[in-house]
């Protein structure tokens, strides 16, 4: 039988790096286990100060610092159809320690917090697939993962923590998954260069376009490009794109439909492909029972 973990951690994303990181500074044994090679692309690049206290308890707020990434001091919301604007600057918020944020490129900043949780003495495994939980009885005792090109492992542990974010491994398996109907939405996102800020709008600053039951957002990084999305109710795109559409015509329907994110975009050049998600917004029933928890 394979050595007994602490705690196994199903996926490399900010939760299960933070949870492996906060474990093994504590002095626990602990295995992360992730599907992906890092670096790769992710989406939820706009932070919010509540990060930065949490990166000082991890021990990365420097190497966070000293990355380079785009310093955010705040927002700038547009309701198109009332002709309101909401500006947001953290400065004026509740945590004064702590008056901007980032922009971050995912791959780079996951990369750098897994790097963290493995200089801490976390054990990191990628491109390593977990397959399920393993049960005695009602308690969570490890999992079967599998390396790429390798066979079926089982790997023991004393808590399993599930951070695989949306692929929700844990509670699919449990069936604990809930959908929130009310936040049925679609997202499709890429990044771009060449956007030229308008000079009216705070360098750093997301800004969040809201049209018609559309929200738009354009994420600055420091290397001058932006990733640029939509976030919309599915059947409205079906309607107006066409249900056989493939994302990028998808994309560019939406974005032509915002005269604000047309202009903003006059000139720029997408760089990525078009990305996709939908129904992202669930929930389980239990967050943690007999060896088991969920974060993120």
């Known amino acids: ?25 504590a002095g626990r044994r602990v295995v992360l286990l992730e599907r992906e090679k890092f670096p790769r692309f992710h989406v939820g690049e706009s ?27 705040g927002a700038y919301f547009w309701n198109e ?13 509740i945590d004064d320690r702590h008056p901007s944020a980032y922009q971050v490129k995912r791959a780079d900043f996951d990369h750098l917090l897994l790097s963290h949780a493995a200089e801490s003495g976390a054990e990191i495994r990628e491109e390593t697939a977990v397959a399920r939980v ?17 066979a079926e492992e089982e790997i023991r542990a004393r808590v399993v923590v599930d951070a695989s974010g949306q692929d929700a491994l844990l509670s699919r398996q449990l ?11 679609g997202a499709l996102f890429a990044h771009y260069d060449g956007i030229r800020w308008p000079e009216d709008q705070r360098p750093g600053d997301i800004l969040l376009p809201i049209d018609r039951g559309v929200w738009y957002w ?4 420091s290397d001058a490009s932006c990733s640029v999305g939509a976030v919309f109710e599915p059947s409205l795109v079906r309607t107006g794109a066409g249900e056989k559409a493939s994302l990028e015509e998808r994309f560019d329907w939406l974005l032509a439909r915002s005269a604000r994110m047309t202009s903003i975009l006059a000139g720029s050049r997408r760089t990525s492909r078009v990305f996709g ?20």
Not at 138 to 147: E, F, I, L, Q
Not at 218 to 221: A, D, K, M, Q
């Open 1 to 25: 039988m394979s050595r007994l973990y602490d705690a196994v951690v199903i996926g490399g994303g900010p939760g299960g790096s933070t949870v492996a990181t906060f474990l093994a500074r």
């Open 47 to 73: 932070l919010l100060p509540f990060s930065l206290p949490i990166f000082e308890r991890l021990g990365v707020a420097e190497n966070v610092r000293s990355a380079g990434f785009q310093v955010k001091r």
């Open 81 to 93: 159809e009332t002709g309101g604007i909401q500006p947001v600057d953290f400065a004026t918020g």
């Open 134 to 150: 393993v049960f005695d009885g009602t308690r969570a005792v490890g999992v079967v993962a599998r390396p790429r090109g390798g």
């Open 175 to 185: 069936g604990t998954r809930r959908f929130d109907r009310r936040l049925k939405r």
């Open 218 to 221: 354009i994420i600055p990084f």
């Open 277 to 296: 998600i939908s129904d992202y917004s669930t929930s389980s029933a239990r967050a943690a029972g007999e060896g088991w928890a969920l974060v993120g």
